[in-house]
């Protein structure tokens, strides 16, 4: 138990280190002071200082955050975040979701390799079904069907059509001899398909193949959170359906659980890493929404900014950020109670 729950602190954490060290390496690389770099909130309880940052762990390991110099105003110190170009001051406050997007791809990538893809050479043959019956043998690389090339398990299933039919297999074998069968689809009603009858090859680590899934699979994640966003905006999803912190750790503990039963420790590690990814992507999006006290709605006024030629007044923008935390708090305790409601059934 003491270790699942490690493992989950560590996994919120490491998405939120991630996050504000995107904030933290901008804001570095174009001059801004950074005063604290922190894990943790709450007191410290362990620190150093390297030049002019001090890098600390605190006390409660949930989130953590970036401290720079001066954030808002015409300020005339050079190392503030305020006196900073418009263009800087974007790139500093986009980074830190930038980073749970790269996050995010990067561990989809990781899942990718780890779960694999059906190559498109034969590992086994189904005895009595249409592969034996034509005569295709374990390790036989199927180069080609009806002249069109093939390369994985997807491409070769892309052909198979609803019905019986007959194709033309182009055929490599492991003498390297290149062969051509006819295979002729055999419907499994069953099943609701037709089926050649063989279990392909997997290979687990392509670097192009789990780099181009991680991808696709981070932009699917995005527009599925960008899409509940907005069904929560037209009131198509209500706020009790949403999960907060406790929902998470719940769903985590559980998924680790199966993984542990199913496939043992590296299964539930890498259920661990989805869940990672997915909440990173997810951190990325809601970060960047235009509401006050996100990095969105700091991207909002830096925005305007540049529409303008000139700032927003600081007391106003100041003043917009702080409601919005109010707002932004009241809706985490909201939803910190409707976890807790559906977690312990109350």
Known sequence: MLAKIIIILLMFNFIVVIHEWGHYITAKKNGVLVHEFAVGMGPRFWHFTKGETIYSLRIFPIGGFCSLEEELGDIP??????????????????????MNFLLAWLLFSIVSGYIGYGSNVIQSI??????????????????????????????????????EKTYQFTVKRTNSEVVEKEVTSKWIQEEGRARFGFTPEIVHWDLGYNMKMG?????????????????????????????GIVGVVD??????????????LSLAIMNMIYITAL?????????????PALDGGRILFILIELLRGKPLAVDKEAAV???????????????????IVKVFNI
Request: glycine content about 8%.
């Open 77 to 98: 110190n050079p190392r503030a975040m305020g006196s900073k170009k418009a263009w800087q001051r974007l790139i500093i406050v986009s980074f830190g979701a930038i």
């Open 126 to 163: 189904e005895a009595s079904m249409p592969a034996d019956q034509a005569g295709l043998v374990k390790g036989d690389k199927i180069l080609a069907i009806d002249g069109v090339k093939v390369k994985r398990l997807s491409d070769i299933s892309a052909h198979l059509v609803d019905k």
């Open 215 to 243: 991808l696709l699979n981070t932009f699917y994640v995005i527009k599925q959170v960008w899409s509940g966003v907005i069904s929560l905006f037209t009131g198509a999803v209500s706020v009790d359906q949403m999960s």
């Open 251 to 264: 769903f985590s503990a559980k998924q680790w659980d199966t993984g542990i039963q199913n496939g043992g």
């Open 279 to 291: 909440l990173s992507a997810n951190l990325g999006v809601i970060n960047l929404l235009p509401l």
């Open 321 to 339: 950020h702080f409601v919005g935390l109010v707002l932004l708090m009241l809706l985490t305790v909201v939803v910190l109670y409707n976890d």
